[in-house]
């Protein structure tokens, strides 16, 4: 089935470090989605964009919606271990209610 | 419960098997959703609930999958014949109306077909 394109795919950094990710499609989406999937639990949505361009925070976590629709970034700053997971972006058109997803990004956090 | 709960937790089924997997959603929630994740993949859509009408069914790989809703707040995914490109994590998804309200997931059942 349909995908995003989200890199990288895994990051390893220091506690500290900010981060950086994002996704593109080649579809343009009207909503934007960034999850966070601990082992053996279901995602849990972190940030929700639902406009071109629109900046949205939470927290640490700071998120855009390109202003072409056919991208996203996640910032994560000051990282902490808490912060190790599988981050997926998830993007939506108005016309259709499911989600399309990337294959993640795999946080790991050097000791 | 307060969030959305799947059972089981895993499942182990020889390949040919039936299986069945529940979804509780979260009370009151009308939007209910199955999807599909494979092992280093992000989840992908499998079918779509408004109540108890199943909307959108364009995700169920093949015609052994089902799923249920008949009265509009349990679901059940059930898989016929199981294969063993079957093995996956299916999560289920709950929401209610409104324009932008997002879903909550539940915890999701492991299917290992062996």
């Known amino acids: 089935g349909q995908q995003l394109n989200q890199s990288p795919q895994s990051m390893f950094i220091q506690e500290g470090e900010d981060v950086s990710m994002n996704c593109t499609s080649s579809?343009?989406?009207?909503?934007w989605l960034w999850y966070k999937q601990d082992p053996g639990e279901g995602p849990v949505l972190l940030i929700a964009?639902?406009?071109a361009g629109e900046l949205t925070s939470n927290g640490r976590l700071t998120a855009q919606f390109g202003i072409t629709r056919k991208d996203s970034f996640l910032n994560i700053s000051a990282s902490i271990p808490s912060d190790v997971g599988i981050y997926f972006c998830a993007g939506r058109m108005d016309s259709n209610y499911q989600l399309i997803w990337g294959a993640g990004t795999k946080l790991i956090i050097k000791p | 419960g307060a969030g959305v709960s799947q059972s089981p937790r895993y499942k182990v089924a020889k390949r040919g098997q039936d299986v069945a997997l529940r979804c509780d959603p979260i009370s009151g929630h009308v939007s209910l959703f199955w999807y599909q994740q494979a092992l280093g993949q992000g989840p992908e859509f499998l079918t779509y609930?408004?109540?108890?009408?199943?909307?959108?069914k364009s995700g169920l790989p093949s015609d052994r999958f089902f799923a249920e809703r008949p009265e509009g707040s349990v679901s059940t995914l059930k898989i016929q014949r199981t294969q063993q490109e079957d093995s996956a994590v299916y999560l289920c998804?709950?929401?209610?109306?409104?324009?932008?309200?997002?879903?909550?997931f539940g915890q999701g059942t492991r299917l290992t077909v062996v």
């Open positions: 609930f408004q109540n108890e009408a199943q909307l959108d």
């Open positions: 964009l639902y406009k």
């Open positions: 998804a709950s929401s209610a109306t409104g324009r932008r309200t997002e879903a909550f």
């Open positions: 579809s343009i989406f009207n909503t």
